[in-house]
């Protein structure tokens, strides 16, 4: 065979490789992802394996019972990127934990409550002196909890509060070892099946502690693989789109209700009226001055402060600019 025979088929060999190389690249992208039981929208994308598509890449998902959990994977390099309420967020950033917030999912109203057993006497926060009220410790419900018991003059030291995840809250709940609990779906949902909520987040936030749920990444991870990041966001966002579109879509009867039962573990019946427990920033917004543009990283610092005060974490950083940011928002924003 000619030489210039065999150097024309290397050449055409080595240009198929080279056009090849960026799509093997991609699909050999591994992601792992902790999630939580909450109900929100990017539940659907989830189930979809829309995250998948957009990432180019194999994703595996992890379910955590607790923001304190997932950041602790986060610490250890098990997950890459993980959702958390705005408590273990503070606490990890406290921490100098190489993280960065990347998307704001909503501000926390209705969807996590402080429920009390029939018959356990309590009407209000004050009548938990002297209760056993149990909490996943360092989530956004034990803040919450913490600051009801500041606003009503209670003393968090009269009160039992127990450390315990929400399947957990709901197997002690059954046994009637304890009397009231402040947690989110679907342990909520169980709960309240026998009692009554006396406080939500959405008045613990006019009391001014207010709390949100955010999706965060490790920093090494991001800046490793930042399209990937961008990739999650634009998913996210969209997903947060398509509910606010149409609400009353999302009704019992859908596939979305549907869907994000069976992932969640809610019931169905549930699903609308837990949805609406948030305040969702649509994309366009989640880089403006009241998100990541400039609230979070306050209120990260004002959430920081008071797990000092209350003891839960050792020192309060003088800034948590540097755990927020909004690169990959603008990004997906721009490309969308």
Do not use: C
């Amino acid at each position: 065979m000619p030489i210039s025979s065999i150097t024309r088929r290397a050449i055409l060999a080595g240009t198929a490789l080279l056009i090849v190389a960026p799509a093997v690249q991609a699909s050999d992208l591994k992601v792992t992802i902790g999630y939580q039981t909450v109900v929100e929208p990017s539940k659907v994308a989830q189930a979809d394996g829309l995250y998948e598509k957009a990432l180019g890449a194999t994703i595996d998902w992890r379910k955590f019972d607790s923001g304190a959990d997932v950041v602790a994977a986060i610490a250890s390099g098990a997950i890459d990127i993980g959702y958390v309420g705005s408590s273990p967020l503070a606490a990890a950033a406290s921490r100098e934990l190489s993280i960065e917030t990347i998307f704001i999912v909503g501000l926390i109203g209705e969807s996590e409550a402080l429920a009390v057993r029939n018959g356990s006497g309590i009407e209000k926060v004050a009548d938990l002196a002297g209760k056993k009220v149990a909490v996943p410790f360092v989530s956004t419900t034990h803040y919450s909890l913490l600051a009801a018991l500041k606003h009503e003059g209670v003393d968090p030291k009269s009160v039992e509060i127990l450390n315990l995840r929400p399947p957990e809250i709901a197997a002690a709940w059954e046994r009637g070892d304890i009397d009231a609990a402040y947690v989110w779906d679907p342990a909520l949902g169980q709960i309240r099946t026998s009692g009554e909520i006396i406080v939500d987040s959405a008045k613990v936030a006019e009391w001014g502690a207010p709390t949100f749920d955010a999706w965060i990444a490790r920093k090494d991870f991001s800046e490793k693989h930042p399209e990937a990041v961008t990739g999650f966001v634009r998913v996210t966002g969209d997903a947060y789109a398509e509910y606010l579109k149409d609400p009353q879509a999302w009704s019992t009867s859908s596939e979305q209700a549907q869907k994000i039962a069976k992932l969640t573990g809610a019931k169905v019946d549930d699903v609308p009226l837990l949805l609406k427990g948030y305040v969702y920033p649509s994309l366009a917004e989640q880089a403006s001055a009241d998100y990541l543009g400039g609230a979070t990283a306050q209120a990260i610092a004002e959430t920081s402060a008071f797990l000092k005060e209350q003891g839960r974490i050792d020192a309060v950083l003088p800034d948590y600019a540097s755990y927020v940011t909004t690169k990959y928002v603008t990004e997906a924003a721009a490309s969308n």
